[in-house]
T-cell receptor
Framework: EAQVTQNPRYLITVTGKKLTVTCSQN?????MSWYRQDPGLGLRQIYY???????DKGDVPEGYKVSRKEKRNFPLILESPSPNQTSLYFC?????????????FGDGTRLSIL | GQQVMQIPQYQHVQEGEDFTTYCNSS?????IQWYKQRPGGHPVFLIQ?????EVKKQKRLTFQFGEAKKNSSLHITATQTTDVGTYFC????????FGTGTRLTIIP
């Protein structure tokens, strides 16, 4: 089954404790991205990757890191999480980096930073 | 980034009533996508509009792209409880940018 898989689905942690949210897709998609969803603000892009070893900042990249060492994986790293990063996070992928490509979303990761 | 206004932010309707959400851009778009996110779920792609004035239908859902390619609407006829969720537009310009979404709740 074609899908985007995120882990963990839920995480409660404390300020400053490094964490990684994994994302994997099995559709051989070139383009992957991370979004955060907050009430009233919709989906805001954090980082995106057009292909292996190619990443770039989205609209709200501060406090986050990413890597794309393999085509299928695109982990989101919070080196020193803070409470304002409490949010619902979605990984998404599409066939290519193009504005007309439908995005396939993972099930989401709800992060709470205390 | 570009301005992405989606209205209304919330809409409560009686089951069987119609529902419309609007998406407006400050710039001319190349395309627009619509997504639905069920409560507790993730956004799911519904449809894409590309041509000026384009209208597409999916059962009770009607999607329209404005003549100037700066706005779009999603209309649901005779809502059902299965329509509950948040509807997002994705604006295609330099890249894909999402609107703030309209949350639809239905009173049975």
């Amino acid at each position: 089954e074609a899908q985007v898989t995120q882990n963990p689905r839920y995480l409660i942690t404390v300020t400053g404790k490094k964490l990684t949210v994994t994302c994997s897709q099995n559709m051989n998609h070139e383009y992957m991205s991370w979004y955060r969803q907050d009430p009233g603000l919709g989906l805001r892009q954090i980082y995106y990757s057009m292909n292996v070893e190619v990443t770039d900042k989205g609209d709200v990249p501060e406090g986050y890191k990413v890597s794309r060492k393999e085509k299928r994986n695109f982990p989101l790293i919070l080196e020193s999480p803070s409470p304002n990063q409490t949010s619902l996070y979605f990984c998404a992928s599409s066939f290519a980096f193009s504005r007309d490509q439908p995005q396939h979303f993972g099930d989401g990761t709800r992060l709470s930073i205390l | 980034g570009q301005q992405v206004m989606q209205i209304p932010q919330y809409q409560h309707v009686q089951e069987g009533e119609d529902f419309t959400t609007y998406c407006n851009s400050s710039t001319t778009l190349s395309n627009i996508q619509w997504y639905k996110q069920r409560p507790g779920g993730h956004p799911v792609f519904l449809i894409q509009l590309v041509k000026s004035g384009e209208v597409k239908k999916q059962k009770r859902l009607t999607f329209q792209f404005g003549e100037a390619k700066k706005n779009s609407s999603l209309h649901i006829t005779a809502t059902q409880t299965t329509d509950v969720g948040t509807y997002f537009c994705g604006l295609g310009n330099e890249k894909l940018t999402f609107g703030t979404g309209t949350r639809l709740t239905i009173i049975p």
